[in-house]
């Protein structure tokens, strides 16, 4: 078969070569430098982490058998049109999630001790730093509420680390009749809501972690409505997508502090605008989509898209299937 790897970052590019060289299984990266639908049309797997797969790609490769996303997120790819046109659409839908998990706390911790307001006003390795009280006092996690949008292998990592800070994991997901069986307790999380309830939700939580996909029902999940629910003193945290979240109800809300700060992990437009008015604000954080790039997620990735390569050079179908096709 015919891959070829939409991969730019460095050690993800290494990790690939070593699983699939060690298959025996032939692949290109593709150049970046150069135009790419003429490096990708006779392309029968595509292995995807950065780019859209759109209608305009998938049409320029006519002999294309299998879109093989590099994280859990698939938004980015037209899976309708992928299926209309017979081909599989497959994730990494487990591997980073203990990854994306702890860097949740990483965004959490730093709001919580409100660490960009108390941030050296000079070089602190410059010997001037002198010891004194914070000017904004941070908070303890443990007795607080955390609510939890979609429970999925992310949000139960979240609810496992919460629980181990001593706080009340509350949960918003889908379906959550299919979560009771067991227990709530088998989640890690003290009560867990369906999607209707999100608004008596919102008012219980002094933290707000997003773990939900993209997609119609989600965008603009949380506008202003759902932010004047939120108690004033509440952060919110997203490290999944962007527009679950509006970005001009999110800036008002930060600016005229009717909810206490926001971090996210991912933005509308990638790379942010650094003009953003969001950027500016003190109580907004962002980190550049970072969450699941760990050496272990990278690791755990890579075998997977190796795995479903070789199913698909077997004859046999993807294990992390995204798509239903006839």
């Known amino acids: 078969m015919i891959i070829k790897a939409l991969v730019q970052n460095l050690e993800f590019k290494q990790r690939i070569t070593e699983k699939l060289n060690h298959s025996n299984i032939p692949f290109e990266f593709v150049n970046y430098s150069e135009p790419l639908i003429p490096q990708i049309q006779d392309s029968e797997i595509l292995i995807n982490s950065v780019d859209r797969i759109d209608r305009q790609i998938i049409n320029s490769c006519p002999n294309l058998k299998l879109v093989q996303q590099s994280g859990i997120g698939v938004d980015g790819i037209d899976i309708d049109y992928c299926s209309e046109r017979g081909i599989y659409v497959a994730n990494v839908p487990m591997a980073n999630a203990i990854s994306v998990a702890e860097h949740t706390f990483l965004l959490i911790l730093y709001l919580s001790k409100n660490i960009k307001l108390n941030s050296f006003s000079s070089n602190p390795n410059s010997g001037a730093f002198i010891r004194r009280m914070p000017d904004h006092m941070g ?27 001593g706080m009340k994991v509350i949960a918003v997901t889908k379906h959550p009749f299919t979560k009771t069986e067991g227990g709530d307790k088998k989640y890690f999380v003290d009560s867990i809501f369906g999607v209707d309830k999100l608004p008596q939700a919102l008012p219980l939580a002094d933290i707000v972690s997003i773990h939900t996909p993209l997609n119609n029902e989600t965008e603009n999940m949380i506008s202003k409505k759902e932010m004047d629910l939120m108690k004033k003193s509440a952060y919110l945290i997203n490290v999944a997508r962007a527009p679950v979240v509006n970005h001009e109800a999110l800036f008002i809300s930060l600016r005229d502090k009717n909810i206490s700060g926001a971090a996210f992990d991912v933005f509308w437009k990638e790379p942010a605008d650094q003009n953003d008015d969001l950027l500016k604000l003190d109580n907004f954080l962002l980190t550049p989509h970072i969450a699941g790039w760990t050496y272990e997620a990278i690791d755990s990735i890579s075998d997977i898209i190796r795995i479903n390569i070789e199913r698909m050079m077997r004859g046999q179908i993807p294990l992390t299937l995204v798509n239903h096709i006839d």
């Open 139 to 165: 908070i303890e996690l443990s007795g607080k509420t955390i609510l939890i949008l979609g429970l999925g292998v992310t949000g139960i990592e979240v609810a496992k680390r919460a629980k181990a800070f």
